[in-house]
């Protein structure tokens, strides 16, 4: 019954079940009682990760919270590390219920399973994990001929510019207009066309920053 426990307490069990549910199986979450004698478990959910069940002690670090000066003005405490009793390694945080004079009456604590976060983490690193060539003037192979078609000099200027060309500048929009340019872009046949749909900038507004540049080109020279 949720009227022995603390009334600061009591409404936070709904919300164990709650956060169960929604942060899923590799999440225990344990509401503690400290108001009593004797600290309780008020709620727990997904209490197979540790191996805990409602009648089950607090651990020794709870304790040292209870009664450590260092701990005595702290709110929460996020991504500890702690060990479930079979080994398992996991990631906890802890919130401090504290009633109006500042008395410790409370935790809820969040206890994450990291065996599955690290066996991504490890298969990440190997799956993306490359060994550069060696040989003298070939870095990396590259499929699909040179990039000399539009798409593979988009591609290029889209690499140069650091983000899609639709997201340019005025400024930074003519800077890539000349890298095209000078990769021959233009030269190629609907290639204003192709970069209007890239650019989302209508044709005569291409034109006319081509025009400009090659005139700035021109009278440079």
Do not use: W
């Amino acid at each position: 019954m949720s009227e022995k426990y603390h009334p600061l307490v009591a409404p936070l069990i709904p919300l164990v079940r709650m956060l169960g549910a929604a942060l899923g199986p590799d999440y225990e979450i344990v509401l503690h009682d400290l108001s009593g004698k004797e600290p309780l478990i008020a709620a727990i959910a997904n209490e197979r990760l540790s191996g805990r069940d409602g009648a089950a002690p607090l651990t020794d670090f709870g304790r040292f919270l209870m009664s450590s000066a260092e701990a005595a003005d702290l709110d929460f405490l996020a991504n500890y590390p702690s060990e479930a009793k079979n080994g398992r390694q996991m990631r906890s945080s802890v919130a401090m219920l504290r009633d109006e004079d500042g008395k410790l009456v409370g935790f809820l604590c969040l206890n994450y399973d990291m065996t599955k976060a690290k066996l991504l983490g490890e298969m990440s690193s190997f799956l993306t994990a490359v060994t550069p060539l060696s040989f003298e003037g070939v870095k990396m192979e590259k499929f699909g001929g040179d990039g000399g078609d539009e798409a593979g000099m988009i591609a290029r200027a889209s690499r140069k510019m650091g983000c899609p060309l639709e997201f340019l500048s005025s400024d930074e929009r003519k800077e890539c207009i000349r890298y095209l340019d000078s990769l021959g872009f233009f030269k190629l046949k609907g290639s204003i066309d192709y970069l209007a749909k890239e650019m989302k900038k209508s044709r005569f507004t291409l034109y006319a920053d081509l025009r400009a540049e090659r005139k700035k080109k021109g009278t440079q020279r």
